[in-house]
């Protein structure tokens, strides 16, 4: 079966801190992956996403992520978080079709203390 | 500005009472999304239309119904068959096969008073 997991629900660092979000994937085939992050009450904004190529993938605010086929995983990167930051984040899978759907983890909240 | 426009942002529904929540796009996008959002469930996928007169149902459709009339709308209806509808909803759209990723509305709250 699809699908994706965020092993970590919540998640406290300091402002400053280095940050990673685990997510792993259980796909049939090479997926095109995603990492999305919403504020209270809001959509979702896409961070980055993995298509093809160099499995290190540059995203804005000063995220990556790093593709590992190996461990089916897709793990988010920041070295030095801000207190912008604090949000919730979510990994997502999608087949490479032009019908296929994207299959979402349960997402991780991020808060920071100062 | 292109982008999609989900309203209203908050809504409340008596109990037996059927809702429409609105999702208007002008990026001229072909396929159109809803999803509903629960604490700690992540996103679930409840209907989606890839062309104009066309919709599947996703993961979570039952009370729920869509129509696809024009490629700028896909209103969603929660029917009083929706048990329990209090949720977040999130209208999204993708691109052509080449840009795969999803643009997401601002969401509607629902909430059943």
């Known amino acids: 079966a699809q699908s994706v997991t965020q092993p970590d629900i919540h998640i406290t660092v300091s402002e400053g801190a280095s940050l990673e979000l685990r997510c792993n994937y259980s796909?049939?085939?090479?997926?095109?992956l995603f990492w999305y992050v919403q504020s209270p009450g809001q959509g979702l904004q896409l961070l980055l996403k993995?298509?093809?190529?160099?499995?290190l993938v540059q995203g804005i605010k000063g995220f990556e992520a790093e593709f590992k086929r190996s461990q089916s995983s897709f793990n988010l990167r920041k070295p030095s978080v801000h207190w912008s930051d604090a949000a919730e984040y979510f990994c997502?899978?999608?087949?490479?079709?032009?019908?296929?759907?994207?299959?979402f983890g349960t997402g991780t909240l991020l808060a920071v203390q100062p | 500005d292109g982008g999609i426009t989900q309203s209203p942002k908050y809504l409340f529904r008596k109990e037996g009472q059927n809702v429409t929540l609105s999702c208007e796009q002008n990026?001229?996008?072909?396929?159109m999304y809803w999803y509903r959002q629960d604490p700690g469930q992540g996103l679930r996928l409840i209907y989606y239309s890839q062309i104009v007169n066309d919709f599947q149902k996703g993961d979570i459709a039952e009370g729920y119904s869509v129509s696809r009339e024009k490629k700028e709308s896909f209103p969603l209806t929660v029917t009083s068959a929706q048990k329990n509808p209090t949720a977040f909803y999130l209208c999204a759209t993708r691109g052509g096969a080449r840009s795969y990723g999803y643009t997401f509305g601002s969401g509607t709250r629902l909430t059943v008073v």
């Open positions: 990026l001229n996008h072909d396929a």
């Open positions: 993995y298509f093809s190529g160099d499995t």
């Open positions: 796909y049939g085939a090479t997926p095109y």
């Open positions: 997502a899978v999608g087949g490479r079709g032009a019908t296929n759907k994207l299959i």
